[in-house]
């Protein structure tokens, strides 16, 4: 009825405005100025249209003009100063995006959409430093905000397809990075996702082949390649260093074995697999109390009875551990059968016997004289079938009268070599000694 009347359409961008259209809002308002460049609140409403956008140099202009035409206007000083801290926050943003500190970008695109918030361009960034920073739901939930307003958004797929690939999704995330590509197709950031996605994906599942088939080599050097691809890929390089972990524990480097895993669990600490084959390698390495920490860890997450069962497990051979190693004290394998222990006692006793160092220093003499008794405890206990069983199995000996401070080593010697008088030992040569047989 009066399409020329600049309040009629600056009303409506108010009333726009105040709906949350602001890029309607935006177009009544730059047409108020159009019909009469001296109105003020036109100017005004247009500043505030292009800040709420995301623009805040077009908002400075805007503003500018209004205060030549008031330069008393506390709103438009005001404003002004508002666009003006937005284009500082933008400025730092950009900074601290490229030194990778994630965390500062999004207090800063926090700051700046509490003048802009209808700015996709900062939503979007917010959303993808917090993708990197792991905070996953947060960044798909404002995506997915921008997505329903906006289907066919580039930026938004891009981000809801990270999201995906960062929590190892990796198929579905491909689907989303097309999509983004469909809509923008010189989408630089969607391009190499979807690049690096599809490379992740195949190495990996050549690397799991290669270890189905037994060549754990090949799996190793699958495994190493796909771990270059992307650093930033935490949960999905967590599998694959744990993988890899797998796969030197078959090569028997039980070593970066362990490191592999521990590799795995710093990028992913609720990463259950990777503790348990790192308990596996501790136990194999008799690196026991590392062993029960990570089946304490592993437990504490999942109270399963085959956790349990491993926990106490590596406890016992924790506490089997801090006693006197038999089998090693008779240089004899825990298999070992009763003739094999025979022979490694009269072996060893005959070695540490004090008769054979007598002409030797007094520290020697009693360093002999304790390995004597050593192996002497040693032979009464995996000799004897019972006293074996409850060593073996980490009960304590001195129960049921299995008193090992009770015994003499002389005695059990004397017993073995057939009695008192059974035995000598007589010089051939300086330090030289041999034993006969009454």
Do not use: W
Request: net charge positive; charged share 30%.
């Amino acid at each position: 009825m009066c399409p020329k009347n600049a309040s009629y359409y600056g009303n409506r961008a108010a009333t726009l405005m105040m709906l949350g259209k602001f890029r309607e809002a935006l177009g009544d308002a730059q047409q108020s100025v159009r019909l009469d460049d001296s109105f003020v609140r036109g100017h005004l409403r247009e500043g505030k249209c292009h800040l709420s956008l995301g623009n805040a140099m077009a908002a400075c202009r805007s503003f500018q003009r209004a205060l030549e035409l008031d330069h008393k206007n506390a709103q438009a000083h005001q404003e002004f100063k508002n666009a003006n801290a937005v284009i500082e926050y933008e400025k730092i943003a950009e900074t601290d995006f490229e030194k990778r500190d994630f965390r500062k970008v999004v207090f800063c695109m926090d700051r700046a959409l509490e003048f802009a918030p209808a700015c996709h361009r900062f939503k979007i960034l917010k959303a993808e430093c917090l993708a990197m920073l792991g905070r996953y739901p947060e960044a798909q939930s404002v995506a997915s905000d921008i997505l329903r307003m906006d289907s066919t958004n580039a930026d938004a797929l891009y981000v809801r397809g990270l999201c995906l690939y960062y929590e190892d999704c990796i198929e579905k995330a491909v689907q989303f990075f097309v999509q983004a590509l469909r809509m923008a197709p010189d989408h630089e950031k969607a391009c190499i996702a979807c690049r690096n996605a599809k490379a992740l994906k195949a190495k990996k599942e050549d690397g799991n082949k290669a270890f189905k088939e037994g060549n754990y080599k090949l799996a190793y050097e699958l495994y190493t390649e796909a771990l270059g691809i992307d650093p930033n890929n935490i949960k999905t390089n967590a599998k694959l260093y744990c993988n890899r972990g797998t796969v030197n524990s078959k090569l028997r480097k039980l070593d970066d074995a362990i490191e592999d895993c521990t590799s795995a669990v710093k990028l992913d600490a609720t990463y259950i697999k990777a503790y348990l084959r790192r308990a596996q390698c501790y136990m194999d390495t008799e690196q026991y109390e590392e062993a029960v920490r990570d089946y304490e860890k592993v437990y504490q997450t999942e109270k399963t009875k085959e956790h349990k069962q491993l926990l106490k497990n590596a406890q016992l051979e924790l506490k089997k551990s801090k006693r006197k190693d038999y089998y090693k004290i008779l240089g004899v394998d825990k298999n070992a059968s009763e003739d094999e222990i025979k022979k490694a006692y009269r072996k060893r006793a005959l070695m540490h016997h004090p008769d054979r160092h007598s002409g030797a220093s007094a520290e020697v003499q009693k360093e002999e004289e304790k390995k004597f008794k050593e192996v002497g405890e040693a032979f009464t206990i995996l000799s004897d079938p019972k006293k074996k069983t409850r060593y073996d199995s980490g009960q304590d000996l001195d129960e049921e009268g299995m008193n090992m401070g009770d015994f003499d080593a002389n005695n059990i010697f004397k017993a073995f070599f057939g009695g008192p008088g059974g035995f000598s030992f007589e010089a051939s040569g300086p330090g030289n000694f041999f034993f006969q047989f009454g």
